[in-house]
């Protein structure tokens, strides 16, 4: 029996000492947050038609991946997961919103004043327009938690704010490249995406805003202006219109997001946002959102 109890033991701490190296961490994290997404899709392939397909893969492998990262929270980073707490989620993701479209539509605003983008008309509005927010949920949700919970949150712990900040948009850009389309402007903006929704976490503590802009920047690009969403096909949303002239401002075929002027507006609210005051991650405010004036180390 004594035996049996030191060899668990054993196991045990050599478990605990894998899993503090930071790396280790971002690996672990980034599987149990991301895995349940294919694995859903696969299944659900399998098991229901193709006309049933409809929304609700996406609502439930979002909530597997919710699931995936509290459980990576609490079992490998031994903590509370304060970031996904309830209390006043439904006013961050709205926040985040309004953030992502409204950037959009800053975007195109100043496309349209250039000449750029050229307005075609309206479509009737239609409930079909708002299928695509289940997806939209579920790749928000994905990707900020493994970007801004899992890669910036290790890198912040070990090597502090500011190496976290340009760690995880680098590595957010990186799994971007293999997109059509993308060009050197296309990944400068992308990493100061990454950027922004860094500063976003760090004035908050929390995902929700991080998810809410992630969405509405891309739910706005394709089901408002119908444009192509980092070199994914152009859809048909609300809104008729093209882009003509210099791929310089169009972007060319990965979209506006690879646009000078996406990047000159992206970076100047990563600038807006990193240079307010961010919040002590062991202050009440990681789970209370109170402010604080802490420096980025």
Not at 192 to 214: D, E, F, N, P
Not at 271 to 290: C, E, H, K, M, V
């Amino acid at each position: 029996m004594k035996n049996k109890t030191g060899a668990a033991r054993n196991k045990a701490a050599m478990a605990a000492r894998v899993t503090a190296y930071p790396l280790v961490r971002i690996v672990l994290g980034i599987v149990l947050t991301f895995a349940p997404v294919p694995l859903t899709m696969i299944v659900v392939s399998q098991l229901v038609a193709k006309p049933y397909r409809i929304v609700w893969p996406q609502l439930l492998a979002a909530v597997l991946v919710w699931f995936g990262y509290r459980f990576y929270v609490r079992r490998v980073e031994k903590r509370q997961p304060t970031e996904l707490a309830t209390q006043g989620m439904a006013r961050e993701l709205g926040t985040g919103m309004l953030l992502g479209a409204g950037l959009v539509v800053l975007t195109f605003a100043v496309l349209a004043a250039l000449g750029t983008y050229r307005f075609g008309g309206i479509d009737a509005p239609s409930i079909v327009l708002l299928i695509p927010l289940a997806e939209m949920l579920l790749l928000g949700m994905a990707e900020e938690m493994m970007f801004r919970g899992v890669v910036f949150g290790v890198t912040e712990r070990s090597l502090g704010s500011k190496a976290a900040i340009a760690i995880s948009a680098l590595v957010f850009c990186l799994a971007h490249l293999s997109n059509e389309g993308v060009s050197v402007l296309a990944a400068a903006a992308i990493v100061a995406y990454g950027v922004m929704q860094a500063a976003l976490y760090l004035k908050t503590r929390r995902l929700w805003a991080c998810i809410g802009s992630h969405i509405g920047w891309n739910y706005c690009l394709s089901q408002v202006f119908s444009s192509t969403v980092s070199g994914h096909a152009t859809t048909h949303g609300l809104l008729r219109g093209g882009l003509v002239g210099d791929s310089l401002l169009t972007g060319g075929v990965f979209g506006v997001e690879g646009s000078l002027v996406a990047l000159l507006l992206i970076g100047a609210a990563a600038a807006f946002l990193l240079l307010g005051p961010a919040t002590d991650p062991g202050s009440p405010a990681a789970g209370a959102q109170l402010p604080s004036s802490q420096p980025l180390r």
